[in-house]
């Protein structure tokens, strides 16, 4: 059964400071990786995905993850930080044989702090 | 304005009375789905619809009914709420299968059962 690891519960990071949310998974098929932001009091927000193709993928807001199929990580960064990058992230998988549903990582709170 | 709207926000309720959450979107999405959202467990899917009058359960569906009669619509339904159902609850849709299209969330229904 395929499941979602984020092993950081809480990144503090100060403002301006390069940063790495870590997001693993396990998976016997083929998979689709998601990454999702919750800003504070809101709902969840798609921040890039990795369907296929180059395993680098970026978003507009300068984050970028790389899909590790040997290592099965996807994991989130961003060279420089802002105080709006404050928020929880949520990695997240689905099988390509089961595209109805994804399962959801615990999620991680990146606290910037100036 | 594209969006998924969920009503009530807050809601505290006793042990046994029925309630719904209501949740509609405006985009003629196809996929619906309900999640709670519990401390150091993430999101974990309560149901999905794949079109009307189409439903099936997701990791956690005790005590859960839903329902899809209009495709706009997709209310959550407890028939006799229980404490450990103290949750925030999210609703989300579309456009298809959600490992190929965006997720749209709402923004959310903290619920407190007491």
């Known amino acids: 059964a395929q499941s979602v690891t984020q092993l950081d519960s809480q990144v503090p990071v100060f403002e301006e400071a390069p940063v790495e949310l870590r997001c693993n998974y396990s998976?016997?098929?083929?998979?689709?990786l998601f990454w999702y932001v919750q800003y504070p009091n809101q709902g969840l927000q798609l921040l890039l995905k990795?369907?296929?193709?180059?395993?680098l993928v970026e978003s507009i807001n300068g984050f970028e993850a790389e899909f590790n199929k040997s290592q099965t990580s996807f994991h989130l960064r961003k060279p420089s930080v802002h105080i709006s990058d404050t928020a929880e992230y949520f990695c997240?998988?689905?099988?390509?044989?089961?595209?109805?549903?994804?399962?959801f990582g615990s999620g991680t709170r990146l606290l910037v702090r100036p | 304005e594209a969006q998924v709207t969920q009503n009530p926000r807050y809601l505290i309720t006793v042990t046994g009375k029925k309630l719904t959450v209501t949740c509609s979107q405006n985009?003629?999405?196809?996929?619906m789905s309900w999640y709670r959202q519990d401390p150091g467990l993430g999101l974990r899917q309560i149901y999905y619809?794949?079109?009307?009058?189409?439903?099936d359960k997701g990791d956690v569906p005790e005590g859960y009914k839903v329902s899809r009669k209009e495709k706009r619509n997709f209310p959550l339904i407890l028939e006799s709420p229980s404490p450990n159902q103290t949750s925030l609850y999210f609703c989300?849709?579309?456009?298809?299968?959600?490992?190929?299209?965006?997720?749209?969330f709402g923004p959310g229904t903290r619920l407190t059962v007491t």
């Open positions: 997240a998988v689905s099988e390509m044989d089961s595209s109805y549903k994804l399962i």
């Open positions: 989300a849709s579309s456009l298809s299968l959600p490992s190929s299209y965006e997720q749209y």
């Open positions: 619809s794949m079109n009307v009058e189409v439903t």
């Open positions: 990795y369907l296929s193709g180059s395993t």
């Open positions: 985009m003629n999405h196809e996929y």
């Open positions: 998976s016997s098929v083929s998979v689709y």
